[in-house]
C-alpha cells in the first residue's frame, strides 16, 4: 500500500506555543489529505478535509482558527496548533488519498503525532 | 446515539482460536464498510472493504454486512500472536471517505 509518514512522532510543548506537524504521501500524489484526533478509547474523530491548493473544510465544532491546515502541495499537508493548551493533547493523525479506478478511494493514514502541552 | 458502536474490550484468546468482532451502527445511509487494523503507536491500515451487504474473505479474515440489521462483523481464523491490536470498524455513505469510526476493539492473542 501508499505510505503516508508524519513528523513529529511526538512532540511536547508548553501552553500558549504553536506546534505543526507535517503530513507527507511518499510515493503518490494525495489529492485529498484528512485530519484525525484520536482519544484514547475513543472514537478517530474527523477534524476537516482538505485539498491540494484549496482551503480546508472543517467538521462542526472543529475551531479553524486554532487548527491552521495548509496544503501546499500534493504530497505535503500541515497542521497548527495555535496557542495550544492542555485539552489539546491527543494523537493527530493524517490520512490522505487520491482518485481511484475502482469504486472505493482508500485513505492511508500516517502513524500519528502524539501531542502533549503541559 | 453513536453512529457507530463496538465494544472496546479488551479481548483476549489463544493462539489458534476464531475471533469474531462486531460493530453496529444507526444510519441506514452508509453504504461502505471498513475494518481496519492499529498497532500501537501507529495510524490505521485498512484491512478489508465491503460494499452494501454480503460476505468478503481474504484468507484468515473474513467480513460480514447485513445492512437489514446494521451489523457487521469480522471474522479472523486460527488467530496469530501478530493479529494482536486495536480493529475499527469504519463506515461511509458516498464512498467520497466521509469515515465514522467506532472506538476500536482491543485484540490480544496469546502464544
Known amino acids: 500500500g501508499a505510505v503516508v509518514s508524519q513528523h513529529p512522532s511526538r512532540v511536547i510543548c508548553k501552553s500558549g506555543t504553536s506546534v505543526k506537524i507535517e503530513c507527507r504521501s511518499l510515493d503518490f500524489q494525495a489529492t485529498t489529505m484528512f485530519w484525525y484526533r484520536q482519544f484514547p478509547k475513543k472514537s478517530l474523530m474527523l477534524m476537516a478535509t482538505s485539498n491540494e491548493g484549496s482551503k480546508a473544510t472543517y467538521e462542526q465544532g472543529v475551531e479553524k482558527d486554532k487548527f491552521l491546515i495548509n496544503h501546499a502541495s500534493l504530497t505535503l499537508s500541515t497542521l497548527t496548533v495555535t496557542s495550544a493548551h492542555p485539552e489539546d493533547s491527543s494523537f493527530y493523525i493524517c490520512?490522505?488519498?487520491?482518485?481511484?479506478?475502482?469504486?472505493?478511494?482508500?485513505?492511508?493514514f500516517g502513524p500519528g503525532t502524539r501531542l502533549t502541552v503541559l | 446515539q453513536k453512529e457507530v458502536e463496538q465494544d472496546p474490550g479488551p479481548l483476549s484468546v489463544p493462539e489458534g482460536a476464531i475471533v469474531s468482532l462486531n460493530c453496529t451502527y444507526s444510519n441506514s445511509a452508509f453504504q461502505y464498510f471498513m475494518w481496519y487494523r492499529q498497532y500501537s503507536r501507529k495510524g490505521p491500515e485498512l484491512l478489508m472493504y465491503?460494499?452494501?451487504?454480503g460476505n468478503k474473505e481474504d484468507g484468515r479474515f473474513t467480513a460480514q454486512v447485513d445492512k437489514s440489521s446494521k451489523y457487521i462483523s469480522l471474522f479472523i481464523r486460527d488467530s496469530q500472536p501478530s493479529d494482536s491490536a486495536t480493529y475499527l470498524c469504519a463506515m461511509d455513505q458516498t464512498g467520497a471517505n466521509n469515515l465514522f469510526f467506532g472506538t476500536g476493539t482491543r485484540l490480544t492473542v496469546i502464544p
Open positions: 490520512s490522505a488519498s487520491s482518485p481511484s479506478t475502482y469504486s472505493y478511494n482508500e485513505q492511508f
Open positions: 465491503t460494499y452494501s451487504s
